[in-house]
């Protein structure tokens, strides 16, 4: 069985652009996650996805990031306009309702 | 609200040596915990989780028992070897398990040989 999928691996934007990371979770997964991960901040929940519907979104990262789940093998997360601080690796993950936790490899973003 | 905190941010051990990394939490619901587990450039990979107050829980060598009296899960193994030098994070979730993960900040482990 596929795991979690990721593209692209490696992004580097110009401050200013939008770029738009993708995410397939495991099939038939119905909870489906966005974190982003620095060495500082540790992991922090962007958004939370259940069936389709947004559970939680990150307070701290409404303004500029907006993830959506088109249907249920895919979810993207966009950041618009990127800025230099968002710099790190973003992760995608999918679960059952109270299953395990699936991690895709992440996206690492490099904005300059 | 839930959180989860991990004291130690960089522990190193020489091979052979046992280890524990810290791990302890609050929530006012029924606690699920977990460690995970994250190779250089992989994703993370669950380690272990449990939601069952004093049942020690093991997988690769490495245990944990969940004490709800002191909310705490610390991650233990009697003799680290240098495969296991990872970020290791402790996670928690609700007691029905629906939800989401609430992370601690990680501890680095590097085993030297």
């Known amino acids: 069985d596929a795991g979690v999928t990721q593209t692209p691996r490696h992004e580097v934007a110009e401050k200013g652009q939008t770029i738009i990371l993708k995410c397939e979770p495991v099939?038939?997964?119905?909870?489906l996650f966005w974190y982003r991960q620095t060495k500082i901040q540790g992991l922090e929940l962007l958004s939370y996805?259940?069936?389709?519907?947004?559970?939680?979104d990150g307070g701290a990262f409404k303004d500029r990031f907006k993830a959506e789940m088109l249907n249920s093998s895919f979810s993207t997360l966009k950041i618009q306009p990127t800025e230099p601080k968002d710099s790190a690796v973003y992760l995608c993950?999918?679960?059952?309702?109270?299953?395990?936790?699936?991690f895709g490899k992440g996206t690492r973003l490099t904005v300059v | 609200g839930d959180s989860v905190t991990q004291t130690e941010g960089l522990v190193t051990l020489t091979k052979g040596l046992p280890v524990m990394l810290n791990c302890t939490y609050q929530?006012?619901?029924?606690?699920?915990l977990f460690w995970y587990v994250q190779h250089l450039n992989e994703a993370p990979k669950l380690l272990l989780k449990s939601s069952t107050d004093n049942k020690r829980t093991e997988h690769q060598g490495f245990y944990a028992t969940l004490h709800k009296s002191s909310s705490s899960f610390h991650l233990q193994k009697s003799s680290v070897q240098l495969s296991d030098s990872a970020l290791y994070f402790c996670?928690?979730?609700?007691?029905?398990?629906?939800?989401?993960?609430?992370f601690g900040a990680g501890t680095q482990l590097i085993v030297i040989p």
């Open positions: 996805f259940r069936s389709k519907s947004l559970m939680e």
């Open positions: 929530t006012t619901y029924s606690p699920f």
């Open positions: 996670a928690l979730k609700r007691g029905s398990a629906l939800g989401r993960l609430h």
């Open positions: 993950a999918s679960s059952l309702a109270k299953g395990e936790v699936f």
């Open positions: 099939s038939g997964h119905n909870d």
